[in-house]
Structures are given as structure tokens and as C-alpha cells.
T-cell receptor, first 112, second 115 residues
Framework: AAGVIQSPRHLIKEKRETATLKCYPIPRHDTVYWYQQGPGQDPQFLISFYEKMQSDKGSIPDRFSAQQFSDYHSELNMSSLELGDSALYFC???????????FGPGTRLLVL | AQSVTQLDSHVSVSEGTPVLLRCNYSSSYSPSLFWYVQHPNKGLQLLLK??????LVKGINGFEAEFKKSETSFHLTKPSAHMSDAAEYFC?????????????FGTGTLLAVQP
């Protein structure tokens, strides 16, 4: 069965650079979620989208923005990167809001 | 507020022995609870979910969990551990607030399986 696709899988950036993470949900899933998992930490919810509109917002820094496109894929844009942004970023999708979330493999971001 | 507490940060078992990973939840109404597993350098895989149907939930790879309202628990069990079960396990509650589907993760339990 098709799963959530995230790209890139690994990314190395320097401080103050920008990064764009992409997420392709499972086909026919219209809801996308982003989570951040710091080293040794549990995943923390960042933001979610339903039908291309932001549906919920968590602990996402102002330096980050995200959007969902007409084909339901989503991009997380991160600017002015800091060392503390180094983490594993998960995308998840669900068929509709309030349904089970299925996670992608994650993008591991390292900020030097 | 809804939350989950995983009572053990590390659990070590021998291959072939039972596994018990403990989770307690806090919720003012019937929660939706999940167990996810994360293998080293891998993504999060859904093991099983409880959404107010049967209290005993069977998941993949022989895992199951029982929802006990009287004990506010949702412990994960498996009769016989396999080496491939070594991973980190997260107990998760879905935050219910309007149309939100935000997941709140526990701090995780690292399961080690000894040969």
C-alpha cells in the first residue's frame, strides 16, 4: 500500500540558512500534519492542514511556515535556521480530520 | 487537559518472554488512544488504536492493548518478545478540541530484547 512520502530524507544546512521539507500524503488523504522530534524527545505537533487550509497550530516557531497545495502535498519552509532546529521532522496524513494519522519516514535535518 | 504518561523509559526482556509497556492516560472524556512504534532511524508505525469500541485491541505483530477506564490505563502487551521488537514505543492520545486531530505523544519506552 502507498505510504506517506517525505523528501528529502536527510538535509544538512548551516545556521541562518533556509530549508524546505516536502510531504506527499497517502492518495485520497486530504489532511496533513507536521511534527518535530528533537534528539531523545517525543514528537511535538507543529501544524496541520485540511483541504489546503490551516486547521490547527502547535508549537511552530514564527520562522517556520507551511502550506498545502491543490494536489494535497505540503511543504514546511524553515528560515533563519538555528542549531536547535536539528531534529527529525515527520509528516503524517489522514483520510479526513479526526481519523487515524499515518506517518512518513521523516526528514532528518542537521543544522551546523 | 489530555495527556499520557509512560511509566517506564526503558524495558528489557529476554527473547520469548512477555512484554508489558505501561501507559496511563488523563482525559475528562473517553479518549482515542494509540500505540506507535519507532525502529532505529525509521518513521513512526501505527501498532494499534482504541476509539471506544472493544476495550481489548489487537494490533500488528502480535501486540495488543487493553483499555481500562477504572485504572485509566492502556498498557501494551505481547506474549512472546522477538528480537525485531526492539524499538521505541510511544503511547499517544488524540487531543479532542473541535475539529482538531492533534496527537499528544508520551515520552516513549525503549524496549530492549536480549537473546
Amino acid at each position: 500500500a502507498a505510504g506517506v512520502i517525505q523528501s528529502p530524507r536527510h538535509l544538512i544546512k548551516e545556521k541562518r540558512e533556509t530549508a524546505t521539507l516536502k510531504c506527499y500524503p497517502i492518495p485520497r488523504h486530504d489532511t496533513v500534519y507536521w511534527y518535530q522530534q528533537g534528539p531523545g524527545q517525543d514528537p511535538q505537533f507543529l501544524i496541520s492542514f485540511y483541504e489546503k487550509m490551516q486547521s490547527d497550530k502547535g508549537s511552530i516557531p514564527d520562522r517556520f511556515s507551511a502550506q498545502q497545495f491543490s494536489d494535497y502535498h505540503s511543504e514546511l519552509n524553515m528560515s533563519s535556521l538555528e542549531l536547535g532546529d536539528s531534529a527529525l521532522y515527520f509528516c503524517a496524513s489522514s483520510p479526513r480530520p479526526l481519523e487515524t494519522q499515518y506517518f512518513g519516514p521523516g526528514t532528518r535535518l542537521l543544522v551546523l | 487537559a489530555q495527556s499520557v504518561t509512560q511509566l517506564d523509559s526503558h524495558v528489557s526482556v529476554s527473547e520469548g518472554t512477555p512484554v508489558l509497556l505501561r501507559c496511563n492516560y488523563s482525559s475528562s472524556y473517553s479518549p482515542s488512544l494509540f500505540w506507535y512504534v519507532q525502529h532505529p532511524n525509521k518513521g513512526l508505525q501505527l501498532l494499534l488504536k482504541y476509539t471506544s469500541a472493544a476495550t481489548l485491541v489487537k494490533g500488528i505483530n502480535g501486540f495488543e492493548a487493553e483499555f481500562k477506564k477504572s485504572e485509566t490505563s492502556f498498557h501494551l502487551t505481547k506474549p512472546s518478545a522477538h528480537m525485531s521488537d526492539a524499538a521505541e514505543y510511544f503511547c499517544v492520545v488524540r487531543l479532542r478540541s473541535g475539529a482538531t486531530n492533534k496527537l499528544i505523544f508520551g515520552t516513549g519506552t525503549l524496549l530492549a530484547v536480549q537473546p
